[in-house]
């Protein structure tokens, strides 16, 4: 998977780098966890520089999760509530859940997005929830920043310390990826047998 990736990165340098990573954001193509390790080992290399590395990498993927907030904001919750009284017995939840979330999210939004941005798998998408709900750009803007920056460092110190072991880093980050999913499917799971019981005691 990361041959491509070493050539694209060899050929283009930070450009390289920035572009993957916008890539990985909009439309993983390939994981962050391959592209900022193997970034990584071409700064242990000498090839590259890492601080610059690291700083294409946030960049790139900046871009993306900009681009998927302002596509959130522009689409607005309100827009999805026919869909969510439709649908809301598959979506887990109905409006007033929604607005009860968009009040929470007002106050925790930045931690939430800052702790997301550092998780594999759903950290490229936090935007939309945070453009949906209309969270302050500037917030999003730091909060984001701060997030990504510490997890592409990560994985450029982690490829940088490790030179051509680039596999052990994705033997160590995928098992955590894949725990993710499993919790996410078993939150949604327990979330849709809830919803559907609490839609049945109500009286009609």
């Known amino acids: 998977m990361s041959d491509w990736v070493v050539r694209l990165i060899e050929q283009s340098g930070y450009l390289g780098i920035a572009f993957l990573m916008f890539l990985e954001t909009v439309f993983p ?19 590259l520089a ?3 590395v690291i700083a294409s990498g946030t960049g790139g993927a900046m871009l993306g999760n900009i681009a998927w907030y302002l596509a ?9 509530k026919p869909l969510i009284d439709r649908y809301g017995q598959w979506l887990t939840m109905d409006w007033a ?19 997301g941005r550092m998780m594999p798998t759903i950290r490229s998408l936090v935007s939309i929830p945070a453009g949906l709900l209309r ?3 500037l ?14 460092a990560v994985l450029a110190v982690a490829g940088y310390q490790l030179q ?16 993710i999913i499993a919790v996410l499917f078993a939150g949604y799971v327990w979330r849709l047998i809830r ?7 109500k009286p009609d």
């Open 139 to 152: 917030p999003f803007i730091i909060a984001s920043t701060i997030g990504t920056a510490g997890w592409t």
């Open 135 to 137: 969270m302050p750009f």
């Open 164 to 179: 051509n072991n680039v596999e052990e880093v994705e033997q160590t980050i995928g098992p955590i990826s894949t725990a």
């Open 195 to 201: 919803f559907r019981a609490r839609r049945r005691s």
């Open 97 to 115: 859940e929604v607005q009860r979330t968009q009040a929470r999210f007002a106050h925790a939004g930045t931690f939430l997005v800052l702790f």
């Open 50 to 52: 890492l601080v610059p």
């Open 72 to 80: 959130a904001r522009a689409l607005g919750v309100e827009r999805l």
């Open 29 to 47: 193509p390939i994981p962050s966890e391959v592209i900022m390790s193997v970034s990584g080992v071409a700064a242990g290399q000498g090839k």
